[in-house]
């Protein structure tokens, strides 16, 4: 069982990235993003459904989209208009067995390594 964000790095103000989160070893059910920055708690950053339904914090409303392929297990977070405060390490988390999501972390069974998203000129 591997879930593994990718697709971090260092943006412009203003930029866009897009991070993906692949599952290996089981499928790919409710998924959850969510981002710490340094000397800050975790906070929610978005969530998808099996069947599409995605939910967003409200820092990241109108900016960020997130979607899924699930032909390839794969859950993709959109990231545009980036600003400094975007930068952290963002996490995606798997609900194992529910179809549903949550903007809660303590929803998600599985939590993959972080990948870092720096926003700076």
């Known amino acids: 069982v591997q879930l593994q964000a990718s697709g971090g790095g260092l943006v412009q103000p203003g930029g866009s990235l897009r991070l993906s989160c692949a599952a290996s070893?089981?499928?790919?059910?409710?998924i959850g993003w969510f981002r710490q920055a340094p000397g800050k708690e975790r906070e929610e950053v978005s969530c998808?459904?099996?069947?599409?339904?995605?939910q967003y914090g409200d820092s990241v409303k109108g900016r960020f989209t997130l979607s899924r392929d699930n032909a390839k297990n794969t859950v993709y977070l959109q990231m545009n208009s980036l600003k400094p405060e975007d930068t952290a390490v963002y996490y995606c988390?798997?609900?194992?067995?529910?179809?549903?999501?949550?903007?809660?972390?303590?929803?998600?069974?599985?939590w993959g390594p972080g990948t870092l998203v720096t926003v700076s000129s």
């Open positions: 988390a798997a609900a194992l067995r529910r179809f549903t999501c949550s903007l809660r972390s303590g929803y998600y069974d599985y």
């Open positions: 070893g089981f499928t790919l059910n409710g």
């Open positions: 998808i459904s099996s069947n599409g339904f995605t």
